[in-house]
């Protein structure tokens, strides 16, 4: 059978099994057991006539969110948070592996344009930081203590503000994916231009090594979240850019729930990264293997929970349904 062939065919079902999962209709628990072995027959007919399909990742995700309502016991008062974080988001963000690839990617290019421009004209520095900011710096520089701009603020007043302010940012990258996502790209490219500049900066004064032990400690887990931000505005622009089978309204309302989820998984993040840069980043003192420590760790953190942690979630999800 033809895909085309085979998804008309289905295609009414699959739609009534979304509805029913999204509790716009209802039926007996017996025939959504009977709904659910027969979606999970379509996804094994897919994945042998049509591995490399689109209608593979579809009946996929559709299955993931069945197999939750009908096998997960909800004790929605308790566990809802914990459920959220350990199954349901993991198992939603699989499929947008993706447009994280895009939001990293820009992100780096653009942090290698700032090096590579601030390395080519002295006054894009100012440009791009500010005089402020270069000149406090440079005075402190002199001073012998080039990390001091983190010990001036007192520890709460600047964990609360980095966080609120690193949480306004990531809003704006998730947000501005409503232009098409290329607001989202435009704050990659803003944010990944600004840290190049910033790195070659204390390159050039030849204190690259003692400025990325201070700055990657908290900034490890800040820029990976502003990146995965980034990732949910482009989920949010796709949705308006490609709705698929699904009209442009629909798919538009889905991007927003699923942006929005990955925007709710990057709270308790930005909240750490807040902490560490209000009462961990300022011990400039500390000695180099304590740094690495916190910047390893943090780095394995993002990279498991949202990369390797959703593929193996998903490859046993999928194991199970067969």
């Not at 999204?22 to 039926?27: C, E, G, L, Y």
């Not at 939603?92 to 990293?104: D, E, P, S, V, W």
């Not at 300022?282 to 390893?296: N, S, V, Y």
């Not at 953190?301 to 194991?319: A, M, N, S």
Request: glycine share 6%; charged share 20%.
């Amino acid at each position: 059978m033809r895909e085309a062939a085979f998804i008309k065919k289905h295609k009414e079902k699959w739609q009534q099994f979304e509805d029913i999962l999204s509790k716009k209709v209802t039926i007996s628990p017996d025939r959504l057991s009977d709904l659910y072995i027969e979606i999970t027959d379509d996804l094994s007919y897919a994945k042998t006539f049509y591995p490399n399909s689109n209608v593979v990742a579809y009946l996929n995700g559709v299955a993931a969110s069945a197999h939750l309502k009908i096998y997960v016991t909800k004790k929605e008062s308790k566990n809802r948070f914990v459920s959220f974080f350990k199954t349901e988001f993991p198992l939603a963000f699989y499929k947008h592996q993706k447009q994280l690839l895009i939001t990293f990617s820009v992100f780096l290019f653009f942090a290698i344009v700032g090096a590579f421009s601030a390395a080519n004209d002295i006054d894009f520095v100012r440009v791009i930081l500010g005089d402020a900011y270069v000149n406090m710096t440079l005075e402190n520089i002199e001073k012998g203590d080039p990390m001091a701009v983190y010990k001036k603020q007192a520890e709460m007043d600047m964990f609360l503000g980095i966080t609120i302010n690193n949480i306004r940012v990531a809003m704006m990258a998730f947000v501005l994916g409503i232009l098409f996502s290329i607001g989202t790209l435009f704050v990659m490219m803003q944010n990944g231009i600004m840290l190049g500049s910033f790195l070659y900066f204390f390159y050039d004064k030849g204190l690259l090594w003692e400025s990325s032990r201070t700055i990657w400690i908290h900034g490890t887990i800040e820029i990976a979240v502003i990146i995965i931000a980034g990732c949910a505005g482009m989920v949010l622009g796709n949705g308006i850019l490609f709705p698929k089978t699904y009209s442009r309204l629909e798919s538009f309302k889905k991007s927003i729930k699923e942006g929005l989820k990955i925007m709710i998984s990057t709270v308790p993040f930005f909240i750490v990264a807040g902490f560490l840069e209000g009462f961990v980043t300022r011990h400039t003192e500390m000695p180099d293997w304590l740094a690495i420590f916190i910047i390893l760790n943090s780095l394995s953190l993002i990279v498991f929970y949202y990369i390797i942690y959703p593929i193996k979630l998903t490859k046993k999800l999928q194991r199970d349904v067969q």
